[in-house]
């Protein structure tokens, strides 16, 4: 018969377990996603249901630009290169911090905000690009085309929250989600106009004037 052996005296190179991190502990959600609890803001539980809904599916789609502008960061190429490797990163940098605002302003509101980004990409309007590389103009385009889609919403959501007395979200909308979308389309969008790079076209007079000048 053997008998059990007794548990091995803790080492001198064994920390006590009262400096253990607690590891692997799993448990049950407190807050479902799509639900929010009640804050001291002066703001309707419908009015903050609503503006948390709009502004969890911007979040999910800034997420997801977030990952565009990266990904057509780093496959950038051709004679474009180091001038728009730099502005996409630029970019993306502040889409992130987009990100971060629209967060914080679901949690503000009592909500929860799409933190995963396989919840967020379960939940984004923003078509998924082709794991490969596209050329360069591609991927301007797609880029131009997820700032359009975004903006669009982030427009209607910003005049309706603001309908219902919620001026913070109108705000946030505005300040962070427009503007910087706004003028980061222009940016890009200059990028795909057809001119020539080292001459000038004589094919139309580019001005009234000049075509008097020539008689």
Known sequence: ???????????????????????????????????????????????????CQQLNRLLADTQMLYGLYKKHHWLMRNATFHQLHLLLDQHA????????????????????????????????????????????????????????????????AARKVAEQGDDGSNDMIVSEVIRTGETQAWFLAEHLVDTPLTQVSRTAPAYPEDAAARG
């Not at 253990?20 to 002066?42: C, D, N, S, Y």
């Not at 939940?123 to 669009?152: D, F, Q």
């Open 93 to 156: 940098t502040a889409q992130l911090a987009v990100v971060d605002a629209l967060a914080e302003r679901v949690q503000s509101l009592g909500g929860v905000a799409v933190g995963d980004p396989r919840h967020a990409a379960e939940i984004t309007s923003i078509p998924r690009p082709p794991n490969g590389v596209e050329e360069v103009p591609a991927m301007l385009s797609r880029l131009l085309e997820a700032h359009e889609t975004i903006l669009g919403d982030a427009r209607d």
């Open 1 to 51: 018969m053997t008998t059990a052996s007794a548990a091995p005296a803790p080492s001198a190179t064994t920390a006590p377990a009262a400096a253990q991190p607690l590891l692997h502990q799993r448990g049950a959600e407190i807050q479902h996603f799509g639900t929010v609890k009640q804050l001291p803001i002066a703001l309707s539980h419908d009015a903050r249901m609503y503006a």
